[in-house]
């Protein structure tokens, strides 16, 4: 079951503290757009209606941010374990913030995309 934006941790990770403001920010705007209906699935492919029809509740609030939790395999040299969280903002950008680590050492870097900017950054 989704979580309502107000259940979310929203603060923005370490590993992305040097673009916490537009995290913040894209983390604010979680206006709803519109209800779920049916009639927004007409004139998709048959099996994307289908699966969004029994993935979405009919009236279900649509949100214009999201925030993703995600871990698997990076890599940097060699293949790594690396967890990172995502904000993404419908039409306005996202910021994904990841933590992978050299033995004991962290190495943290995020992805940006806001107002136009794109910015890859280890740390």
């Not at 649509?62 to 995600?70: E, G, K």
């Not at 940097?76 to 004991?104: H, K, L």
Request: aromatic fraction near 8%; charged fraction near 20%; charge should be positive.
């Amino acid at each position: 079951m989704p979580h309502a934006a107000a259940d979310l941790n929203t603060a923005a990770p370490r590993s992305a503290r040097r673009v916490a403001d537009v995290w913040t920010d894209l983390a604010t705007d979680t206006t709803t757009l519109a209800n779920f209906s049916v009639d927004m699935v007409s004139g998709l492919p048959e099996p994307v209606a289908r699966w969004l029809l029994r993935s979405i509740d009919v009236g279900a609030a649509l949100r214009t941010s999201v925030i993703v939790t995600m871990s698997g395999q990076i890599r940097i040299g060699a293949w790594r374990a690396f967890e990172a969280r995502q904000i993404i903002a419908a039409r306005r950008g996202y910021v994904w913030a990841a933590v992978a680590r050299f033995g004991p050492l962290p190495v943290r870097g995020f992805d940006r995309y806001s107002d136009g900017v794109v910015k890859c950054v280890g740390v």
